[in-house]
């Protein structure tokens, strides 16, 4: 009988000390190190995509003007030297990716999401906290400012305040009106990142796509990106590298080599959808 | 051909701009990532997790004579004193409770090495953190903590912690104690999505040699679990006089051969000592009068 007692006197502190500690909080735990799945796309990631290549891009003339008139060697110049993707486009990169969580020490509820991208040394916030983005004048940075919700097991992220980066790293912009829908998709120790850019100056159409991330767990990783701009190229005081209208000296470079139509090559919406095939086809036998 | 000119100096342009990009950028970090959310399994001993131990059961702990002496004066409803029913589980014993636990890294902003692994345990809603960068433990006079100060370093791939500067606690919720100078040595091995944790707990004052302890723990991907331990003490037991604390006087306890002969075992097995732990042991209790009964 003593023994019974006891235990209901157990059973008694256990209540007082766990009633009501349930907090659920929908979703899934994303934190971890993540290495990209390189061989998506590799030859646009690695090598980087071929000069005057802007098929399968829904870009608008204005972006197609800008990357005509954009000469690589514009990377050379000191202040473009260590220029960082914009969250739009870093993910393409050859990063490394740490997530964590920040929890409100008292309710345990999570604040944000916290992303370290070692490409370029980037630390991203993700508020789940419900605030809203701030007003259109506030500062535009290479990672914007991004809000997410839970939408069953994906994590989706709205981003806005971004700088003008780009699309396609051979020149093809995206201005710093663009806005960013990301989905992360974790399936247990692979995540797909799907990426929505909408961009009113240089996309026709929004601009999807996916990249798959690996699970590391063995640390040493690379997670530093040193980058101090030095003089590569002595030229004159404020010259940067260019082409005027017309004279880009690659625009038929990689439609030649590809036997492709030169406007396949130039982009568009058009050239995303697999209709465009049949069009492609037959200009290559007028050709 | 001035083209094909133009591409390889443009390439070979991009090339110097990445190597000055990356010259350098390796910062080799020894170890696993444990980050992340963990339950235990606790089928691992569930007799004496969930329901917990039987009273005067401190078989197979390498305690003293002053911890036997202790637990055989703790009264079970000592629990019910406002003081103690949210008393925390100290460090060396928090992990065998019915816990939730979440690990992350603190790194530091510019050099990206490890400044301390920080861990949240829900029982009790703990914070603890396991200093990484080679400080130095506090001097002897500074303050005890439930999780105590900690150290780590990686050997291999597996993390060893040494904590000092643990407040008193216990290393079974039957009474026996752990006190304020103990000390707790812990390794964390990874096999993929599960956790083992060695604790290694040494106690001058109530342990006679070091108590080993495992668990294993899950990796949890799906988020919802229970992450708050709120608790606030009441009065259980109205009509208990100001100050009076439930206790035992020696040689008092009701309990004292309750778990032996519910298990037919020698009194001297279930009171517990280095003895106790060990194969050997067996075939002095298969001899003893109350076995043969």
């Not at chain 1, 390189?38 to 608008?60: K, M, S, T, W, Y």
């Not at chain 1, 990357?67 to 960082?84: G, M, Y």
């Not at chain 2, 090495?113 to 953190?129: K, M």
């Not at chain 2, 009171?271 to 042991?281: F, N, V």
Request: aromatic share 10%; net charge negative.
């Amino acid at each position: 009988m003593p023994s019974a007692v006891l235990a209901i006197v157990f059973a008694g502190a256990l209540y007082a000390q766990t009633a009501g500690s349930i907090a659920p909080s929908p979703g899934l735990d994303l934190s971890g190190n993540w290495a990209p799945l390189l061989h998506e796309d590799f030859p646009e990631r690695i090598p980087g995509p071929e000069l005057v290549n802007f098929a399968g891009l829904p870009i608008n003339a204005a972006a197609r003007e800008f990357a005509l008139s954009w000469d690589a060697s514009r990377l050379t110049v000191p202040e473009h030297q260590c220029q960082v993707h914009v969250a739009s486009y870093i993910y393409r990169g050859p990063l490394q990716l740490r997530i964590w969580e920040e929890r409100d020490p008292q309710s345990q509820r999570v604040i944000a999401i916290r992303q370290y991208i070692q490409n370029y040394e980037q630390n991203r916030t993700i508020w789940m906290d419900g605030r809203p983005h701030p007003p259109e004048g506030a500062a535009h940075t290479w990672m914007g400012f991004s809000t997410g919700k839970w939408e069953g097991n994906i994590l989706t992220v709205y981003t806005t305040h971004m700088k003008e980066g780009w699309v396609r790293r051979n020149g093809l912009p995206v201005s710093d009106q663009a806005t960013l829908v990301e989905h992360f998709i974790r399936h247990g120790n692979i995540f797909t990142h799907v990426s929505i850019v909408t961009d009113p100056n240089y996309l026709t159409e929004p601009l999807i796509k996916t990249q798959d991330f690996n699970q590391v767990i063995p640390e040493g990783q690379n997670w530093v990106y040193p980058c101090s701009p030095v003089v590569e190229i002595v030229r004159p005081r404020g010259a940067v590298p260019h082409y005027l209208p017309g004279e880009n000296p690659f625009l038929h470079e990689y439609a030649d080599k590809f036997n492709i139509p030169l406007e396949a090559a130039l982009g568009g919406a058009e050239t995303m959808y697999p209709e465009y095939q049949a069009k492609l086809k037959a200009a290559v036998a007028k050709k | 051909m001035r083209r094909v000119g133009f591409t390889l100096l443009t390439v070979m342009l991009a090339g110097l701009s990445l190597r000055a990009q990356t010259a350098g950028a390796f910062v080799a970090a020894p170890g696993l990532d444990l980050s992340g959310n963990w339950a235990p399994i606790v089928h691992e001993d569930q007799p004496e997790r969930g329901p917990g131990p039987p009273l005067v059961d401190y078989a197979g702990l390498p305690i003293t004579d002053g911890a036997r002496q202790w637990a055989l004066s703790w009264d079970a409803s000592r629990l019910t004193l406002p003081e103690h029913q949210c008393q925390v589980h100290v460090v060396s014993y928090i992990y065998r409770g019915p816990l939730n636990l979440r690990i992350w890294e603190e790194k530091d902003p510019q050099s990206q090495r490890i400044i301390a692994l920080r861990q949240y345990i829900s029982t009790y809603e703990q914070n603890r953190t396991i200093w990484m960068d080679g400080r130095e433990h506090p001097p002897e006079g500074a303050a005890h903590t439930w999780m105590g100060f900690s150290t780590g370093k990686w050997e291999g791939n597996m993390l060893t912690v040494y904590t000092t500067h643990i407040k008193e606690g216990w290393v079974r919720r039957n009474g026996l104690p752990i006190s304020d100078r103990a000390t707790l040595v812990e390794h964390y091995i990874r096999h993929g999505n599960l956790l083992t944790h060695v604790s290694i707990s040494t106690d001058p004052v109530y342990l006679t040699e070091p108590l080993i302890k495992t668990q294993t723990f899950n990796l949890i991907v799906q988020e919802g679990q229970n992450w708050l331990y709120p608790c606030s003490y009441v009065v259980e037991v109205a009509d208990r006089p100001r100050g009076a604390v439930p206790s035992y006087m020696p040689g008092e306890n009701p309990f004292m051969t309750e778990f032996a002969d519910q298990f037919k075992l020698p009194h001297d097995a279930v009171l517990g000592g280095a003895e106790t732990m060990y194969p050997e042991y067996q075939q002095k209790m298969a001899a003893s009068p109350q076995a043969k009964n």
